[in-house]
């Protein structure tokens, strides 16, 4: 889907920078993704053809999956494509959906707050205590670091949509079509 062609999907003004960064992630999204694959193919084709299974392979899935949906985080806020319940969108129109989606995006700004808060908090404690994986014996500590630096880049995204959405509320009587 193109992020322009919806201006309820994109954030509010646009933005080199954040494009770099943003494709930057995609990449490396992607790369986390295929890794999960190549992991779970080579363990299902060991178990089943050869009776081997790759040794650590719950633990590689376990690991690229937490790092591949926070890593999304940023990307999808960004174009508003979370899943969502769409049962009262016909009541909100005009000014009032304006407001709706400005409320939403501070909640969540709150919410996205409190698990970078919890994130920080749970991989300080994973460091402290010099937690690993069991088999691979990869530390835990960065993993978690990880999640909460997402999470707090998921916070400056939201609070950057909700600043230009304000303005540009401001400013004009629809929003603008180009997304960062």
């Known amino acids: 889907m193109d992020e322009n062609s919806n201006p309820s999907q994109s954030m509010a003004g646009g933005d080199s920078r954040w494009s770099l960064f943003g ?26 053809f050869f009776n081997a299974p790759l040794p650590a392979a719950d633990e ?26 769409s049962l009262l969108d016909g009541l909100f129109k005009g000014p009032v959906l304006r407001v709706r989606q400005t409320s939403i995006d501070v909640i969540c700004l709150g919410v996205m707050g409190t698990l970078c808060w919890r994130l920080i908090l749970q991989a300080q404690s994973l460091a402290q205590y010099d937690d690993k994986t069991i088999f691979l014996g990869a530390p835990l500590p960065p993993f978690a670091y990880f999640m909460a630096a997402m999470t707090g880049v998921t916070m400056i995204v939201l609070a950057v949509m909700i600043w230009r959405d304000i303005f540009a509320k401001m400013s004009q009587s629809k929003p603008t079509e180009t997304g960062i």
């Open 23 to 48: 494709r930057g992630l995609g990449l490396f999204l992607g790369s986390t993704i295929f890794f999960m694959m190549a992991v779970t193919f080579v363990d299902v084709v060991g178990r089943y």
């Open 60 to 85: 590689l899935t376990k690991l690229t999956m937490g790092v591949s949906i926070f890593a999304g985080l940023p990307l999808v806020t960004r174009r508003r494509e979370h899943v969502t319940i």
